[in-house]
């Protein structure tokens, strides 16, 4: 038996990145072989990889989720939505994989990796961190592609 998972609904690498909002995704069997019945029970698990990064799965997207997710997936290679969204970020790409395994195996029957996208908190930028995305904002303002001035006043409204 073998499975494809996908996230964000494709099958695409360009579609591999996630962030803390729930993110939709399929599983769905390619290879019946070994199969008994209508469906399988497939357990997703994740792996951190050298890149580190923590998900969560959920069957609708709400809640805080689980570690883990076991689903029915059909026999006849209907998808089976599920979602998941990051809880930790990646450092490289990737840094976390899925691995769906059917329930009493060992073997994983599906695999897939990607990368937790999670915007940093500007308040825990460093100095340079900070000084380079003003020095960023600024040249955007300068090049007239974005309003510098604008951004640095609503930010400033809030520290008042």
């Not at 494709?10 to 962030?19: E, F, G, K, Q």
């Not at 769905?28 to 698990?45: C, E, K, Y």
């Amino acid at each position: 038996m073998r499975v494809e998972i996908e996230i964000n609904n494709s099958p695409l690498a360009v579609a591999r990145y996630v962030t803390w909002a729930w993110t939709p995704c399929r599983i769905r069997v390619t290879d019946p072989a070994g199969i008994t019945g209508n469906q399988a029970t497939i357990r997703l698990d994740q792996t951190a990889l050298g890149g580190g990064g923590s998900i969560r799965f959920a069957n609708a997207a709400a809640g805080t989720g689980a570690a883990t997710h076991s689903l029915s997936v059909p026999r006849d290679g209907t998808s089976a939505a599920f979602f998941i969204r990051g809880i930790t970020a990646s450092t490289a790409d990737p840094g976390v994989q899925i691995t769906g395994r059917q329930t009493g195996a060992a073997a994983p029957v599906g695999t897939v990796s990607l990368m937790v996208r999670i915007r940093k908190d500007a308040t825990t930028l460093s100095n340079g961190e900070r000084d380079r995305l003003i020095a960023t904002l600024a040249q955007f303002n300068n090049q007239g592609l974005g309003r510098f001035a604008d951004f640095a006043g609503a930010h400033s409204v809030c520290d008042r």
